[in-house]
C-alpha cells in the first residue's frame, strides 16, 4: 500500500479478533508517539524501527472501525509526516500483513514483486507434485494445537465425555476438547473405532441450536482411525455467531456413507 500525498492510506486495514495484522514500512517510524483508537481493546501492539503488530481483543466487534496514526521519523522531508490509517473489523478477510511505502515505488519494485510471487506459486506447486497430492501441515488453530500443548489466550474446555453421541455411534472418544478464539472453533478428538472398516473423516460440519451449519476447514487426521489404535482428529471452524454454547457436530467418512453425530458441545 503506498501511502497517499495527504498522508492517508489508500484503503482501509482489515483486523479480526486473534488475529495478527503486521505493517510494515520503508522507512522508519516514531514508534512512541503512534495514536490508536481504543488500544485497550487490542491484547498487543507491538512496534519496531520500521514495523507495528496489532493483535485485536474479542473485545471488538465485526464492523467497528478505528483511527491509527503513526509518525515517521524523517518529518523534515517532502514526504507525509504522518501516516492515518483506518482500521476495519472484519476476521473473514483479515490483512495478516501490509507493506507501506512512503515512497513512491519503482516499476522495478513491482517487477521485482512479480518475479517473486511467480517463484512461490512454482515452488508450492513443485511442493504439491512431489508430495503427491499429500496435505500439507495445518494451519490456525489446527496447526496451532498440534504443535503444542500451551495454548495461551485460547479459550479451553477438556470436559467432552459430557457430550452425547447419538446411537449408533462408530466412535469411542479416548480424550477430547473444544477451543475457541476469536471467531474460531476447534474441536481435538483421539478416537477409536467400532467398526471393522477404518475411519477416514472427509468432512464435517458444526450446526448451532438454530440450524445454521458451518463447514470445518480441511479436518486434520494424524492417521486412519482403528479399533486397534487411536488418531488424532482436529476439526477448525470459522463461526460467525457470538453463541457459544449448544452445538452439535457431524462428521462423514470420505466415501460419504457413514456419519457420526455429537450434540451438547458448549465452546468454552
Known sequence: MEVGGDGVGTRPIHIGPGVSTTLLFDTDIEQDQLSLESRAQFARVSTGSSVLVLVPSNDLQGGDSL?????????????????????????GAVDRQVEVYRRARSAESYRQEVQQLRAELERLRQERVSSGGRAREPMGLRG???????????????????????????????????????????????????DKKPWT????????????????????QSGPITAESQATLVLEFDVNNAELEGYQLRVTDVDGTRTVQWSGINFP
Request: hydrophobic letters at 40%; a positive charge; one cysteine or more.
Open 201 to 220: 473423516i472427509g468432512k464435517a460440519v458444526l450446526v448451532d441450536r438454530k440450524g445454521k451449519e458451518w463447514q470445518s476447514f480441511p479436518p486434520f
Open 67 to 91: 483511527k491509527l496514526s503513526i509518525p515517521f521519523k524523517e518529518a523534515g522531508s517532502t514526504l507525509p509526516s504522518r501516516l492515518s490509517l483506518t482500521l476495519v473489523v472484519d476476521s
Open 144 to 194: 496451532l494445537l498440534m504443535a503444542s500443548t500451551s495454548h495461551p489466550g485460547i479459550g479451553v474446555d477438556s470436559r467432552w465425555r459430557f457430550i452425547n453421541c447419538r446411537r449408533p455411534c462408530s466412535f469411542q472418544v479416548e480424550s477430547g476438547a473444544v477451543f475457541t478464539s476469536g471467531p474460531r472453533r476447534a474441536v481435538q478428538l483421539m478416537l477409536r473405532t467400532a
